[in-house]
């Protein structure tokens, strides 16, 4: 069975354009959150998405948006990209809303912005 | 102040040795996670606990709810144990991490 998959792997964008990122949670879960690592600290809650409705958010500002599609999959977008954009985007899945059972963690998008 | 606090940040030991890593919280918390994290950027669930104990092969974790701590040990470790351990809450819909402790072991 397939594990949470993210692409692309890595990404180079240069300030000011706009990125998407994918995640494909292990089949059956309905949950879908999206981190943000920045080098050398932990991940910081951008999103959370379960059953495709919005269920949480972090404290970033409005250029991250995401969005949970009827597959469960998700895709986080940011706009306007800045230099401190530059980090891993990690996605974690989960069945429940609430992380009741664990989490999966997909290997990560690795942005860099220039 | 950090709502996770680990220690120590940086960790060296000589393969064989017994480790401890720490984790503070100051949340109130359904669950603690303990995660390890590679160079290449993924991260691995390695326990989630409300209470008590928990061991896998020689991995153990610990939680003292009322003390807001827990323990990561790691008995005699070997050089392929060298990752980032991360500490991780979970506060209604979401987890909190701490900052990891970088532990490289040495053959």
């Known amino acids: 069975d397939a594990g949470v998959t993210q692409s692309p792997t890595h990404l180079i964008k240069t300030r000011g354009q706009q990125v998407t990122l994918r995640c494909s949670p292990i089949?059956?879960?309905?949950?879908v959150s999206w981190y943000q690592q920045v080098l050398g600290q932990g991940p910081q809650f951008i999103f959370q998405?379960?059953?495709?409705?919005?269920?949480g958010r972090g404290n970033f500002p409005d250029r991250f948006s995401a969005r949970q599609f009827p597959n469960y999959s998700s895709e986080l977008n940011v706009n306007a990209l800045l230099l401190g954009d530059s980090a891993l985007y990690l996605c974690?899945?989960?069945?429940?809303?609430?992380?009741?059972?664990?989490?999966?963690f997909g290997s990560g998008t690795r942005l860099t912005v220039v | 102040k950090n709502e996770v606090e680990q220690s120590p940040q940086n960790l060296t030991a000589q393969e064989g040795e017994f480790i401890t890593i720490n984790c503070s919280y100051s949340?109130?918390?359904?669950?603690l996670h303990w995660l390890q994290q590679h160079p290449g950027g993924g991260i691995v669930s390695l326990f989630m606990?409300?209470?008590g104990k928990k061991k896998h092969g020689r991995l153990i974790a610990t939680i003292n709810i009322q003390e807001k701590h827990s323990s990561l040990h790691i008995t005699a470790s070997h050089p392929r144990d060298s990752a980032v351990y991360i500490c991780?809450?979970?506060?209604?819909?979401?987890?909190?991490f701490g900052t990891g402790t970088r532990l490289q072991v040495f053959p």
């Open positions: 606990l409300s209470s």
């Open positions: 974690a899945s989960s069945l429940s809303g609430t992380g009741l059972y664990g989490y999966t």
């Open positions: 991780a809450v979970r506060d209604t819909d979401k987890l909190i």
């Open positions: 998405y379960y059953e495709k409705e919005e269920r």
């Open positions: 089949s059956g879960h309905k949950s």
């Open positions: 949340v109130g918390i359904s669950a």
